[in-house]
């Protein structure tokens, strides 16, 4: 299994930035962590801060990986750009928050992204990547 993760604006400051909100920790510490907890999946993970890079990178993995794992940072409120591109592959994408967006700004309530995503896991600091991978593993039948 395939999964590739697309973390958007300013997270690659994890662990600088806003640590009461986002935490300690770098997102490369965190997936050494998850890497090692899912050794039989193939994880990828590509950061830009710059919108049609994370856009080349869906239509580059999008119609290969088994899963997109994306944190789209500020650009979930407002790429409609992202949601096409989303609709645009084949590779099923699920929409991750670190933090609770719906407890914050009211700017942050709303996502462009969500309707063309297969879920949305929000609110669980970096556990919300881990839930996200869960997610493309067998489910109870
Ligand atoms: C975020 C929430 C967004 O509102 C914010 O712009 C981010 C991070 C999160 O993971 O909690 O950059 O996506």
Known sequence: ????????????????????????????????????QYPQIEISYFQSNIEGEMINKIHEVGFDYDGIIMNAGAYTHTSIALHDAIKSVTTP????????????????????????????????????????VESFLQPIK
């Not at 992204?113 to 609110?123: D, E, N, Q, T, V």
Request: aromatic share 8%; charged share 20%.
């Open 93 to 132: 994408v699920i929409e991750v928050h670190i933090s609770n967006v719906h407890a914050r700004e009211s700017f942050r309530h709303v996502s462009m992204i969500s309707a063309a995503c297969k879920g949305i896991i929000i609110g669980f600091g970096l556990d919300s990547y881990r839930l996200a």
């Open 1 to 36: 299994m395939k999964i590739q993760i697309i973390n958007g604006p300013n997270l690659n400051l994890l662990g600088k930035r806003e640590p009461t909100i986002y935490g300690n920790n770098s997102f490369e510490s965190y997936l050494e962590l998850l890497r090692a």
